[in-house]
């Protein structure tokens, strides 16, 4: 149906935001050339105390805001994909006091690579729909 095709295609989003998410957490850059400010020496030193398993990575230290990445709401014809965690808009978009860490990119720097994802869920689910056994009306 229109409404799995929508879900299909966010969740193929969400993959993606998160595959991307984790190479930006360990210091790489993105595809679409986007690479989150390092952590500060103090922010890695409480890290380390705290013995969080993610004392390197950036943006992660319980793991809640990598965990929340989902698809947020579907409506005809659009899908809405985030996170619901309150304190992420402060990393998204920054602060005067912490840098910008943009948790997905804008669409308009999209790479060919993230148009090519939806456009691969698209076309396999609107195959699917189109091969579905048709009922008999009687």
């Not at 319980?62 to 989902?70: F, H, N, V």
């Not at 005809?76 to 998204?92: Q, W």
């Not at 912490?98 to 148009?115: E, K, N």
């Not at 698209?122 to 009922?135: D, N, T």
Request: proline share 5%; charged share 25%; hydrophobic share 35%.
């Amino acid at each position: 149906t229109y409404s799995s095709l929508l879900a299909r295609t966010g969740e193929a989003l969400v993959s993606r935001i998160m595959q991307e998410f984790l190479v930006k957490a360990r210091g790489g850059t993105d595809d679409t050339g986007d690479r989150w400010a390092p952590l500060k020496p103090a922010t890695i030193a409480r890290k380390k105390r705290k013995s969080s398993p993610y004392s390197n990575d950036i943006l992660r230290d319980t793991g809640l805001l990598y965990d929340t990445l989902r698809i947020i709401d579907t409506k005809p014809g659009t899908i809405t994909v985030g996170t619901d965690a309150k304190y992420a808009v402060h990393h998204h978009y920054g602060t005067r006091n912490m840098p910008q860490r943009r948790l997905w990119p804008a669409v308009s720097s999209w790479t060919d690579s993230w148009w090519n994802v939806l456009l691969e869920q698209l076309q396999q689910g609107a195959m699917e729909v189109a091969i579905q056994p048709v009922r008999e009306v009687r």
